[in-house]
């Protein structure tokens, strides 16, 4: 697992902008994961066993714990995406990581807005498989 970058406050965080908090590790993408996604989000799993785009997406709250660690604030929030892609298939069983990258933060009422492109590999493929350029707002 990856060390995380470690931040303090508002003005530690404003210094991430442009900065790649790294690659997370590894994590397989079992049938059983995908099983229970689908139960929970009350879709039958994909028939040709790859593993929906959601899921993958998903896998944000996995990964970004071991890539960014803020401290000093109250509430964190996932705000939304600004856009979403998925170029490439993703096959059940594959291992998945993420490499994030901080595109800005701005402040806004009451904390900062970090802006992150997140990029998300199937192991063995070239192709990336989710693109996600996401907005976070930590609040103090």
């Known amino acids: 697992m990856p060390a995380a970058t470690v931040v303090t406050g508002v003005e530690e965080t404003q210094a991430l902008a442009g900065r790649t908090l790294g690659t997370s590790s590894w994590v397989e993408v079992t049938a059983e994961r995908v099983d229970r996604f689908c139960a929970a989000t009350g879709t039958p799993p994909p028939a040709d066993r790859t593993v929906p785009g959601l899921l993958v997406l998903a896998l944000t709250t996995v990964f970004m714990p071991e890539l960014l660690e803020s401290r000093g604030?109250?509430?964190?929030?996932?705000?939304?995406?600004?856009?979403?892609?998925f170029p490439a298939a993703v096959p059940v069983g594959s291992r998945v990581r993420c490499t994030a990258t901080v595109d800005a933060v701005d402040a806004v009422p009451g904390g900062v807005q970090l802006a992150l492109t997140l990029v998300f590999e199937a192991e063995g493929h070239t192709e990336p498989a989710c693109v996600a350029s996401t907005l976070v707002r930590r609040y103090l």
């Open 73 to 85: 604030f109250a509430l964190s929030v996932n705000y939304g995406c600004r856009s979403v892609r």
